[in-house]
């Protein structure tokens, strides 16, 4: 995968298609993607998600658990590992791009959806919330954004105006069917 690039070729020649949700930190974007990949995978899709965390200084892991007690130690890597899932923490010395990340999941996925990289990324749904932060983040005429999700009659019309579909907030179920359509799968 190519930086910007909207779709991985796997060794086994599947090409896993990619998709990011950006939107305003606060503007509910996290809760209605993870209801998107609800419906996804009701709908029989194997998706892996990626999110961008944005704050350099914050460690991932939970401040006074166990595997964060570890590293603070200096184990590299701590492995949390339980009946039905396992976590891998590691220390890195530079954050990971896109394209690494999408090639260390992409052997399980059927579809990548990933959370911010809006620099990266190369098919984003924008979501955008009335009265959050009410502009936009990536240009409506941008050829990377497919849809947005907003209340915006403003916004709405933009995307008319380029041809491009829009979804009101509570549009789960379209916006999955929209991506499987999209994603051919």
């Known amino acids: 995968m190519q930086e910007g690039s909207a779709t991985l070729e796997r060794a086994d020649g599947c090409v896993?298609?990619?998709?990011?949700?950006?939107?305003?930190?606060?503007?509910?974007?996290?809760?209605f993607a993870e209801q998107v990949v609800g419906a996804l995978c009701d709908l029989g899709v194997t998706v892996g998600v990626i999110k961008h965390h944005g704050h350099d200084d914050a460690p991932l892991d939970v401040a006074g658990k166990d595997s964060w007690r570890y590293a603070q130690a200096?184990?590299?890597?701590?492995?949390?590992?339980?009946?039905?899932?396992?976590?891998?923490?590691?220390?890195?010395?530079?954050?990971?791009?896109?394209?690494?990340?999408v090639a260390e999941i992409a052997p399980e996925c059927?579809?990548?959806?990933?959370?911010?990289?809006?620099?990266?990324?190369?098919?984003?749904?924008?979501?955008?919330?009335?009265?959050?932060?009410?502009?936009?983040?990536?240009?409506?005429d941008d050829p990377r954004l497919l849809a947005m999700v907003t209340d915006s009659a403003a916004a709405a019309q933009e995307m008319a105006a380029v041809d491009k579909p829009c979804f009101d907030l509570d549009d789960v179920g379209a916006v999955a069917r929209y991506i499987v359509e999209w994603a051919e799968l």
């Open 16 to 31: 896993i298609p990619i998709i990011a949700f950006v939107g305003w930190s606060g503007s509910g974007k996290t809760r």
């Open 74 to 101: 200096g184990a590299v890597p701590v492995v949390v590992s339980g009946a039905s899932e396992y976590l891998v923490s590691r220390r890195v010395q530079r954050e990971r791009s896109l394209a690494e990340l």
């Open 110 to 140: 059927q579809l990548i959806v990933v959370e911010g990289y809006r620099q990266q990324a190369g098919h984003i749904i924008e979501f955008m919330r009335e009265g959050h932060r009410a502009q936009h983040i990536i240009a409506a």
